[in-house]
């Protein structure tokens, strides 16, 4: 079972993934972006880290939507408010349940990428982080290994794709060959949660 | 790549602190990064409040003040500000009428702006959106993120001012601000890249001997890169990309616009070529604005916007205002 603290343990080690990595996301999102990715995710994911200690919520649910919230008030951009997102409807898909299966956290996630969707109006192929996200959801019930291969491999897949969505797709066909920073920074989200489980 | 900053971290605050020094007229919120005019909230008056991210000075913090904006929200460079800020702007400047929110049409500054609207509207403010989308270098389609928000801000920012000013009611000053954006159309086309602060190094190489078309103003690269053309060249590249879309029967507003690293000098032989190539397609020109507007930090090059007016549109064009980048009439 997952409590609260693994959340918390997932968030810390998503921030500390996006710090390793910000330089690279920055990079990603150069050629068809606007070279920022990297530095926006890290100053959210600081700032999730700083509140989680601060007010210390106590459930898996009040984590993740307190974590929400935070990258929604400190991200700005479009991840800004797809993160915050994401985590936000995770968090309130878990309920104030004190512990949660892996596999209640696979149907919550489900319910916070769908929310995503919706708000980005974003399909799988269209080069942005749901090519990531919804392979490593499906793969989650295996287990948290599984699921950052299939988030890696999703992330990788976007290359020769033509953005269809946010910035990149402005490139059209300029933007294939590239692998997509949104795509790559969820996927870190995706690889902290076998971090958090110590696996 | 040599900056005039003292860390990037903090380009946006120390900004707005010289902004603050500059402009007493204007009320700047170093922390919560909010720039209200300081006469805010003006009774009985609807209130326009804009924002998206920094890099673009002097938008949209260059335009608050009497006939313009009443407020503007700086995101961190190209990137969109966050919910918080809109309703603390919306809150500080609501006189009662209602406020309009400019947004540009880039996802990021979509999302925050109607995450924004709905919690402005929790609070009792009653909020209307006008999206801007003037660049034809995008194609409006269900396969990329529509059209992206440009030179037109200017315009819609400054005639909806205008529109608010002279007391007209919430749906009209968003339907007059709807009106501006749907008769505009912009087309840009950069000599060279631009370095965000974060990054350090150009957003994209551009090789000696070429320029790219069809760019926006976030250092993304255009659609389509050619061999060095001259300004005349560049001039009936932009137009014949504008105009195809606009068809404008009545005269235009234009505004040839640089990016930022383009020098006065350059903009105004450049204006003198639009000009030429509109005259020679029949166009005719009610007004014309050449400057730093809509900028990408330093990118070089410039951007050509046109609106096609009618009397109502000019007169409000014409009208009043006082803002630290535009002012005239008062």
Same mark, same amino acid.
């Given at each position: 079972?997952?409590?609260?603290?693994?959340?918390?343990?997932?968030?810390?080690?998503?921030?500390?993934?996006?710090?390793?990595?910000?330089?690279?996301?920055?990079?990603?999102?150069?050629?068809?972006?606007?070279?920022?990715?990297?530095?926006?995710?890290?100053?959210?994911?600081?700032?999730?880290?700083?509140?989680?200690?601060?007010?210390?919520?106590?459930?898996?649910?009040?984590?993740?939507?307190?974590?929400?919230?935070?990258?929604?008030?400190?991200?700005?951009?479009?991840?800004?408010?797809?993160?915050?997102?994401?985590?936000?409807?995770?968090?309130?898909?878990?309920?104030?349940?004190?512990?949660?299966?892996?596999?209640?956290?696979?149907?919550?996630?489900?319910?916070?990428?769908?929310?995503?969707?919706?708000?980005?109006?974003?399909?799988?192929?269209?080069? %942005?982080?749901?090519?990531?996200?919804?392979?490593?959801?499906?793969?989650?019930?295996?287990?948290?290994?599984?699921?950052?291969?299939?988030?890696?491999?999703?992330?990788?897949? %976007?290359?020769?794709?033509?953005?269809?969505?946010?910035?990149?797709?402005?490139?059209?066909?300029?933007?294939?060959?590239?692998?997509?920073?949104?795509?790559?920074?969820?996927?870190?989200?995706?690889?902290?949660?076998?971090?958090?489980?110590?696996? | =790549?040599? =900056?005039?900053?003292?860390?990037?971290?903090?380009?946006?605050?120390?900004?707005?602190?010289?902004?603050?020094? @500059?402009?007493?007229?204007?009320?700047?919120?170093?922390?919560?990064?909010?720039?209200?005019?300081?006469?805010?909230?003006?009774? /009985?008056?609807?209130?326009?409040?804009?924002?998206? $991210?920094?890099?673009?000075?002097?938008?949209?913090?260059?335009?608050?003040?009497?006939?313009?904006?009443?407020?503007?929200?700086?995101?961190?460079?190209?990137?969109?500000?966050?919910?918080?800020?809109?309703?603390?702007?919306?809150?500080?400047?609501?006189?009662?009428? /209602?406020?309009? *929110?400019?947004?540009?049409?880039?996802? /990021?500054?979509?999302?925050? *702006?109607?995450?924004?609207?709905?919690?402005?509207?929790?609070?009792?403010?009653?909020?209307?959106?006008?999206?801007?989308?003037?660049?034809?270098?995008?194609?409006?389609?269900?396969?990329?993120?529509?059209?992206? !928000?440009?030179?037109?801000?200017?315009?819609?920012?400054?005639?909806? $001012?205008?529109? @608010?000013?002279?007391?007209?009611?919430?749906?009209?000053?968003?339907?007059?601000?709807?009106?501006?954006?749907?008769?505009?159309?912009?087309? !840009?086309?950069?000599?060279?890249?631009?370095?965000?602060?974060?990054?350090?190094?150009?957003?994209?190489?551009?090789?000696?001997?070429?320029?790219?078309?069809?760019?926006?103003?976030?250092?993304?690269?255009?659609?389509?890169?050619?061999?060095?053309?001259?300004? $005349?060249?560049?001039?009936?590249?932009?137009?014949?990309?504008?105009?195809?879309?606009?068809?404008?029967?009545?005269?235009?507003?234009?505004?040839?616009?640089?990016?930022?690293?383009?020098?006065?000098?350059? #903009?105004?032989?450049?204006?003198?070529?639009?000009?030429?190539?509109?005259?020679?397609? $029949?166009?005719?020109?009610?007004?014309?604005?050449?400057?730093?507007?809509?900028?990408?930090?330093?990118?070089? !090059?410039?951007?050509?916007?046109?609106?096609?007016?009618?009397?109502?549109? #000019?007169? #409000?064009?014409?009208?009043?205002?006082?803002?630290?980048?535009?002012?005239?009439?008062?």
């Amino acid at each position: 079972m997952l409590d609260a603290d693994f959340f918390r343990r997932w968030m810390t080690a998503t921030a500390a993934l996006v710090d390793r990595e910000a330089d690279r996301l920055t990079a990603l999102d150069s050629p068809i972006g606007d070279a920022d990715h990297g530095s926006n995710l890290q100053r959210g994911f600081t700032a999730v880290t700083a509140t989680l200690e601060k007010e210390a919520p106590d459930t898996p649910g009040s984590v993740l939507t307190l974590a929400g919230r935070q990258l929604i008030s400190t991200v700005g951009g479009a991840s800004g408010p797809l993160y915050g997102t994401l985590l936000r409807r995770t968090g309130k898909a878990l309920g104030d349940a004190t512990e949660v299966s892996p596999e209640q956290l696979a149907e919550a996630l489900r319910t916070g990428v769908d929310a995503v969707r919706t708000l980005g109006g974003a399909q799988p192929g269209d080069k %942005t982080m749901i090519d990531t996200l919804v392979p490593a959801v499906d793969a989650l019930g295996d287990s948290f290994a599984a699921a950052r291969a299939a988030a890696k491999e999703g992330a990788e897949a %976007t290359t020769p794709m033509q953005a269809r969505k946010g910035r990149a797709s402005y490139l059209g066909e300029r933007s294939i060959g590239h692998q997509d920073p949104g795509a790559t920074s969820a996927a870190l989200l995706v690889a902290a949660l076998e971090e958090a489980a110590g696996e | =790549m040599r =900056m005039l900053i003292n860390v990037p971290e903090t380009v946006v605050a120390d900004a707005l602190r010289g902004m603050a020094a @500059a402009h007493p007229e204007l009320t700047v919120d170093i922390e919560n990064r909010v720039i209200v005019r300081r006469d805010a909230p003006v009774a /009985g008056k609807v209130a326009l409040v804009s924002g998206g $991210g920094s890099g673009h000075e002097p938008l949209h913090g260059g335009f608050v003040g009497p006939g313009m904006l009443s407020a503007a929200c700086p995101g961190e460079v190209f990137t969109s500000p966050v919910p918080d800020q809109m309703v603390r702007a919306a809150a500080a400047v609501d006189g009662g009428a /209602g406020v309009l *929110f400019v947004v540009k049409n880039y996802t /990021g500054d979509v999302l925050n *702006f109607d995450m924004a609207a709905e919690l402005a509207e929790d609070e009792g403010i009653q909020v209307a959106k006008v999206l801007v989308n003037d660049d034809v270098a995008v194609t409006d389609s269900l396969y990329t993120a529509g059209r992206r !928000g440009t030179g037109a801000t200017l315009f819609v920012e400054k005639i909806a $001012g205008a529109a @608010a000013d002279e007391g007209r009611p919430l749906e009209q000053v968003e339907s007059i601000a709807r009106r501006v954006n749907d008769r505009s159309r912009s087309f !840009g086309v950069a000599l060279g890249a631009c370095t965000t602060p974060a990054k350090g190094s150009p957003t994209f190489d551009l090789p000696a001997g070429e320029l790219e078309l069809g760019i926006g103003i976030h250092g993304e690269p255009g659609r389509e890169r050619r061999p060095m053309m001259t300004s $005349g060249e560049i001039a009936e590249a932009a137009v014949d990309a504008v105009l195809p879309d606009l068809d404008p029967s009545n005269p235009v507003l234009v505004l040839v616009n640089g990016m930022g690293a383009t020098p006065l000098l350059e #903009l105004y032989g450049f204006n003198a070529e639009v000009q030429r190539v509109l005259g020679e397609r $029949g166009v005719a020109v009610a007004r014309t604005l050449v400057g730093n507007y809509v900028t990408s930090l330093d990118m070089a !090059g410039a951007s050509v916007t046109l609106c096609e007016i009618d009397e109502e549109l #000019l007169g #409000l064009w014409d009208a009043p205002v006082r803002t630290p980048a535009l002012r005239w009439g008062m």
